[in-house]
Structures are given as C-alpha cells and as structure tokens.
C-alpha cells in the first residue's frame, strides 16, 4: 500500500478553533466529476472490444449513481434483485431493491433506462464469465471477471466478487484514466467513496421506497 492509499488519521478540531472542520473523511469529487465518471464508464463499457471488468465497474457505478449504495450494499445484491423489464422490450426504467447498510434495509430504487440497457448486457457477460464453472451460475449480481489466486490457489472467474476485488478494480480504473489524461483533467481519487458522496449528498437513493420483502425480477439473461 503507497502512502497514497493508506487512510489518514481523523483530525480532532483544533482546540484553539473548536469549530474547524476534521480532515477525514476526504471531501467528495464535484457532481460534475461523477457524471464525468458515469459517463465515461457507460461508454466504454459497451464498446464491441469491452472487457469485463469495465462492464462490472460501469454496472456498479451506475447503481450507486440509482440508488446511493455502497460497496457491502452491491455485494448483497442478487439478480433477483432487479427487475429489467420483458428481456425481448426495449429498455425503459427498470426497479432494483436494495439491502442498505447494517440493518439491510430494504428499498426499491428507479433505474434509468441507459442503466437498464447497461444491466442488460452485463447480465449476457456475467454469463459467459461463469462458463467454465460446475453447476449454476452464482445468483450475486457482481461476479469476479479474472482467474484470481487466493493463497496459492487459483480461483475462477464468475465467482461472487469480494470487497476487496472492487477496491482494486476502481484503483485500476483510477489509475489508467489519470495516465491516459494526464495534466488535461483533474486526477480521479482512489477511493470510489468520495465520488459515491457527490451523488448522495445530491440526493441520490433518497426517493427509494421501503419494501417489505425481495421482488422476483424478470432480470434479462
């Protein structure tokens, strides 16, 4: 972990200014900057010669653009979970429930019609991505797009991915998207967090409604 990674200290307020602001959490990215960010994953990702790994990011970067979940959130999330509409219909709004935070609370959240197409084609991916295992596909929405090693062990991909498998997966788009730019844009920052903030201090997620139980969605394949 570089000095960049690692977490800063909480600052306690000065006690010669007890009102001065702590420095941590780090301030969130500009709204403008996570639409940049929306947008940008959104196109790559349905690209013909698109990796798997930019569909799943575009995929969780859309959600929590919907619905303001964080990472354990979408890790709880199963593809029963949304509801894409007829798989043979043209995209319209979609539904995804979602568990949030420590209580799992349940709340259905709208999906725009450019996230639906973008799950639709995930859910093609994620398919593909689970060929090679024995048995079903697993049920979680986000599975893992690489042959990973766990302890000298080699896990396949199509797995249900890991907190830490989405950590390194945004720090690598960070750091490919800060290269490719270079001094034209604002750097991206390596937590995924500080851009999740500018769209829920926006008020994403809030319209979400509280549901009783998990809906069977007709989830394209």
Known sequence: MTGNDAPA?????D?????AEPRYPRPPVTLEEAEWVWR????EAMRPDAKPETARL?????????????????LRMRVEDLDLGPEAARAGEGVATVRH????????????????V???????VREELAVELEGSVPRALLLTVHHTHDNGTTVASGLPITRQGLVLSWRRFVHRTNARYGATRPPLPTRFEQVRRAWTESGAGEEGVVAEGVPRGAAAR
Do not use: C, F
């Not at 200290?9 to 307020?13: D, E, G, I, L």
């Open 58 to 74: 575009a995929v969780i970067t859309g959600l929590v653009r919907a619905t303001g979940a964080r990472y354990g959130d979408l």
């Open 40 to 43: 940008e994953l959104a196109s």
């Open 15 to 19: 006690e010669q200014n007890p009102t």
């Open 101 to 116: 935070g420590k209580h799992r609370v349940l709340r259905r959240h709208r999906l725009p019609a450019d996230l639906v």
């Open 9 to 13: 200290p909480p600052t306690a307020p």
């Open 118 to 124: 973008l799950l639709r084609h995930w859910m093609s």
